[in-house]
């Protein structure tokens, strides 16, 4: 891979390094704690691996982080898993995300933008007014800290009170998108038993309405230790029998109180995929979350109380936690419930004109699609306010880089940004100092000691390697909900290289810094951004008589597309007819949602298995992607060889 130096197709003027967050941190930190004051960004990034505990120490400080009780040191055990931040400290998530109350009561916390109407704000005392009202209330119905609280919500005003009213009382938060099926939500929500469901009677996606009561029914009688059911009438349908009004929760005038928690107490529950088996119920802290996003927002993200923060996500996604994390730097957030595209293609950047985002974020696909519909933002929109366009949920493709320069703005600052679930926030990324190269993250986060591995565990540069990061982050996960002994969780990041994270994905650190992804280095199926498991889709697939088996692949394209096939293995006299087809994919997009449909659908002679009798995605993949067999395969680990010829034969067809 060439990484010659050519041209950055973005610089930052001196004018906006001097003004940059980062800058003015960077030298006060030289002044209080020691980082270098020259040599910029690499020197900063240096003294914060170099000086772990100091870096984060600073950030605390910069960031003006309440501790109601003090800390004994900043990281107790640096063991990974099991790193102890900040042991002793006290502090509320809730607090700090509601501090611009105080200071700019009539000013926008969240504009609130839906597929038909002008943004509605919601000021920051009328969103403290709220919280305040449904903490008390939640209080009242017993629940405690530690308690979890779910939401069944679409990215609406409610779903970010009801988030921070369960922080404010020390419960815990864990949210799903309304297009899940029930199943898929059960999958998530029984894991860790909620007290409290907050639930929508629909939603509004693609111009059309879509009715979830039935699914609210189905969780409801699948969730035994409900406490309260609170129904938000999105569609304007009467409460159900025995549920709570939203209405009247939120109606109060109550200061909120703040219960203070330590530092690592458990903030809310993220999901993994489950690719093998149930999803992984992801534990992230109350502190650690907060340090890492003031980190991650407030210096690589550059915002600030003057900004406006979009980016398209569901309540399903991290991204969307990410989002409402954007009030902890007292920056106005937009909220945007409905389809990516619709009533068209541009439907993304018209929000983005008609709220004045400062910084919006959205998928690298959708920016794929744009390009390939013929879409011309800075023509058709006034995008002047936007400062940064962000992209995530899988690698922006180069043609992706210069179609946002030519289309939207020469002198716009492009963050390709990369991270995951587990620790809700990004490994490498956006640099407002930094040049930006095609096709490359421009670097590594602050405190983040990111490396790429060979297979023997040395460094590489220059070179493609595994994602490892080698020093424990804040917003790791504390644990994994039903993990008593702690094994799923070592297991899943520190099996490979004992005491090192490895996150399974392959990258390049180029030797000027930058970071190249290049798309996992497991069979995860990641689309649009969403990571998605194989088997919550054999789940479905196989319950219709006709198919034997499946077997569901993604593979990142070239162009930066995304394919996804599901090969099936039918019944004796069965055929892949229209109307099989067709009950394939309604299937899954009832039981799953429309983002699991796959794009093909193949009818294969047999699913090859390793000789325990799993399914072997991986090596499929790498044979689509076009590795040779002799090195896509063992062929000693394979219970029926000669199945693998049809795959060959489907890669070579497609090459």
């Known amino acids: ?10 610089q930052p003027d001196p004018e906006r390094i001097a003004q940059a967050r980062i800058t003015r941190f960077q030298a006060w930190a030289a002044e209080r704690h020691g980082a270098p004051a020259e040599g910029g960004y690499p020197a900063l990034h240096r003294w914060s691996v170099d000086r772990l505990d100091t870096f984060w120490e600073a950030v605390t400080q910069w960031f003006d982080v309440r501790f109601s009780a003090p800390y004994a040191r900043v990281l107790g055990d640096r063991s990974m898993p099991g790193a102890q931040w900040f042991p002793g400290a006290t502090l509320n998530y809730a607090e700090h995300a509601l501090r611009a109350a105080a200071d700019r009561p009539d000013a926008a916390a969240l504009l609130h933008v839906d597929e038909t109407r002008e943004p509605r704000p919601v000021t920051w005392a009328e969103l403290r007014r709220q919280v305040g009202s449904l903490a008390a209330e939640l209080r ?5 800290p530690g308690d979890r609280v779910s939401g069944y919500l679409p990215n609406i005003p409610q779903a970010v009170v009801a988030l921070l ?4 009382v020390g419960a815990v938060w864990t949210s799903c998108a309304p297009d899940f099926g029930a199943r ?21 996606y693609g111009g059309k309405e879509h009715d979830r009561r039935e699914t609210v029914a189905e969780l409801r009688r699948e969730l035994p230790t409900l406490r309260a059911v609170v129904h938000i009438p999105l569609l304007g ?3 159900p029998e025995g549920a709570l009004e939203w209405s009247a929760l939120t109606a109060g005038d109550t200061e909120p109180v703040f219960e203070q928690v330590p530092f690592d107490h458990p903030l809310w529950v993220l999901y993994s995929s489950g690719t093998t088996g149930l999803p992984k119920a992801i534990v992230q802290s109350q502190g650690g979350i907060l340090v890492e996003h003031l980190k991650q927002l407030g210096l690589h993200c550059d915002l600030g109380p003057e900004d406006r923060f979009f980016w398209y996500t569901s309540t399903g996604w991290m991204m969307w936690n990410f989002l409402v994390s954007g009030l902890l730097t007292g920056t106005t957030i937009v909220l945007y419930d409905g389809s990516p595209g619709y009533p068209d293609t541009g439907a993304q950047w018209r929000i983005a004109e008609r709220t004045g985002a400062t910084l919006y974020g959205t998928s690298a696909a959708y920016v794929m699609a744009c390009r390939k519909a013929g879409v011309h933002p800075s023509r058709d929109f006034d995008l002047s306010t936007i400062e940064c366009v962000a992209t995530t949920g899988s690698p922006l493709p180069p043609d992706g880089f210069r179609w946002l320069h030519d289309e939207v703005r020469d002198d716009l600052w492009i963050a390709s940004v990369s991270g995951g679930t587990d620790v809700c926030s990004c490994f490498a990324g956006a640099v407002p100092t930094l040049p930006v190269h095609i096709g490359e993250l421009q670097a590594p986060g602050l405190g983040t000691d990111l490396q790429a591995w060979d297979p023997n565990g040395e460094p590489v540069i220059d070179e493609v390697g595994e994602l490892v990061v080698t020093t424990p982050m804040p917003s790791m996960p504390i644990r994994f909900w039903n993990d008593p002994d702690g094994s799923r969780y070592h297991d899943s990041y520190f099996d490979t290289y004992p005491g090192v994270w490895r996150h399974g994905d392959w990258i ?8 190249i992804i290049h798309g996992r280095s497991d069979s995860t199926l990641n689309r649009q951004g969403v990571r998605m498991g194989s088997a919550d889709i054999y789940e479905v697939v196989e319950r219709l008589p006709e198919i034997r088996e499946s077997l569901v692949i993604g593979i990142e394209q070239p162009d930066g597309g995304y394919w996804m096939p599901l090969f099936v293995h039918l019944a004796p006299g069965a055929t892949l007819d229209e109307g099989l087809l067709t009950r394939i994919k ?14 093909e659908v193949i009818e294969v002679p047999g699913v090859p298995h390793t000789l325990t009798g799993k399914r072997i995605e991986v090596p499929i993949k790498r044979l689509l992607q076009g590795t040779p067999l002799e090195k896509a395969v063992n062929p000693g680990s394979i219970d029926n060889l000669p199945l693998i010829a049809f795959y060959e034969e489907l890669a070579r067809k497609r090459a």
């Open 1 to 10: 891979m060439s990484t010659a130096n050519p041209q950055p197709l973005w």
């Open 140 to 144: 009242a119905l017993g629940v405690r």
């Open 165 to 168: 009213a369960s922080v404010a």
């Open 184 to 204: 898929s939500v059960l999958d998530r929500f029984q894991q860790v038993e909620p007290v409290v469901l907050f639930t929508v009677d629909g939603y509004r």
């Open 237 to 239: 349908t009467e409460a």
């Open 508 to 515: 390049t650190l180029t030797s000027r810094g930058s970071v």
């Open 586 to 599: 309604q299937a899954i997009r009832e039981q799953l949602s429309p983002r699991h449909v796959p794009d």
